[in-house]
């Protein structure tokens, strides 16, 4: 089964260059690197293509825009037999995380109906085995409908950033970073999955991520959603990726600030019997009125208004792109 690999870059091309040479150097060449450029609005479209056709040998570009009905109109093909092709993509503006990885994942699906689709993060690097160790595990596992990957930290390997997400009914979505002895084990079944990484299998009941909460918890709705439709997620502990962690939007920027704590609250309205929602939103408030205080007692207005936005944005039943860094 051949492997689309979707990485979604936006300003992000040094990031993307490495998770794609990173991808390159893997013993199984039995994948095909989708790009798709979330509308940048520095270089990376003209960085992206010129590391494709000048600084990769034996790689070819399969370029493409996307417009608003997301047709894909082909801009450029260098016709090389000889060569492994990289798709680029262009997108007509700013999708979001989900809406962007939907155009590539799109793309593979009118390409091939019946392959893997990994979704992988920009800021990630993986190992030379990682196609081997996937293909090895989807065919062995045929129930899989999704896996997903531990992340570790890019500067030190042996520091564990998320092995799976778990669904705690009254706190939400947490990362679990410890396995409480299962680490003997190849595979782990799970009821949610980080989105640095997340692969999705021909059975897979849903094969496009949700795109009204245009950043943050969608791959946890995603995920919910292929639960409710009796789907399979699991963990696949021997095939790392290597995580810079939110080198895209910036580690507790007012994007994420906004678009986590906004999305968060309709995810679990989503997910949740009214009265745990309404005792977890009254929670929720209650500390997001602390740390709005506390961002304006230090003098962080952006960040204050970014948490207050959030709040009353999902009160006025806003989603979508609402923030603009």
Known sequence: ????????????????????????????????????????????????????????????IEEYIADSERNFKRINHENSPNKKSIVFIQSYK?????????LGLLFASKSNMNSAKLILNNDTTVNSDFISNV??????????SLLGFPALDYNNHQSV??????DRQLWGVQKVTELDGKKDQHLIECESLGGHAMLITPLSPEQFLPEEFFLYCEESEFCQRVNKKGGKIYLSLETPVFHKHSGTVGLNSPLQVYYYNR?????????????VFLLFYLLKLSKS?????????????IHAKALLKANIDFIAGKRGKQWVN
């Not at 609250?265 to 019997?273: F, V």
């Not at 009125?289 to 207005?301: A, P």
């Open 161 to 166: 950033e998320v092995y799976y997400v778990k």
């Open 263 to 275: 999305n968060i609250l309709y995810y679990m309205r989503a997910n949740r019997q009214w009265y």
């Open 94 to 102: 700013n999708l979001g995380y989900a809406g962007g990885n939907n």
């Open 1 to 60: 089964m051949q492997t689309f690999i979707i990485i979604l870059n936006w300003n992000g091309w040094k990031d993307t260059r490495e998770c794609v040479k990173s991808i390159l150097l893997n013993d199984n060449e039995n994948y095909q690197i989708i790009i798709v450029d979330n509308k940048s609005t520095d270089d990376s479209v003209s960085q992206l293509k010129h590391f494709i056709m000048n600084e990769i040998e034996g790689v070819s």
């Open 289 to 301: 009125c602390i740390v709005i205080l506390k961002y304006l007692i230090k003098g962080n207005y």
């Open 135 to 144: 293909e090895q595990t989807i065919s062995k596992n045929i129930q899989i």
